[in-house]
């Protein structure tokens, strides 16, 4: 009996010392792949920070091209444009504005002319004469 609890005790310890070890390597190999993560991810952060570095350079290439057309700079850029199309505006609405002062002008001053005679009413009432 002895013996069956020698082979007993021994089976629960190897078990045991397995089942500690299964542990211990599961968390070895978390922490394996988070080192082999991180490694990789710096390994790579040179070609990472090129690629940000043109993709910055494109931006401020495109930046400086709506800077140029949205800023004055002496008629070559759309805000200049704005203001000639503005400038322009405010002349035509001016001069029609003065025309229909002077319209009203005249209507106030000058008598009215005579309605028109619309020749084919003068037709329709005509009788046709065989």
């Not at 993709?55 to 401020?60: G, N, P, S, Y």
């Not at 199309?85 to 005249?106: A, F, H, P, Q, W």
């Amino acid at each position: 009996m002895d013996a069956w609890l020698t082979v007993a005790a021994w089976v629960t310890g190897i078990g045991g010392a397995a089942l500690l070890l299964t542990g211990v390597v599961r968390k070895l190999w978390q922490f394996n792949k988070a080192v082999v993560s991180t490694v990789e991810l710096i390994s790579g952060l040179p070609a990472r920070l090129d690629r940000i570095d043109a993709t910055l350079t494109a931006q401020d290439t495109k930046l400086a091209e709506i800077h140029h057309e949205t800023h004055e700079n002496n008629g070559s850029s759309i805000k200049d444009s704005v203001h000639r199309v503005e400038n322009s505006l405010d002349r035509v609405e001016r001069g029609v504005k003065g025309l229909y002062d002077r319209t009203s002008e005249l209507e106030r001053t000058q008598p009215r002319p005579p309605k028109p005679i619309n020749p084919r009413a003068g037709r329709a009432t005509r009788k046709k004469e065989s």
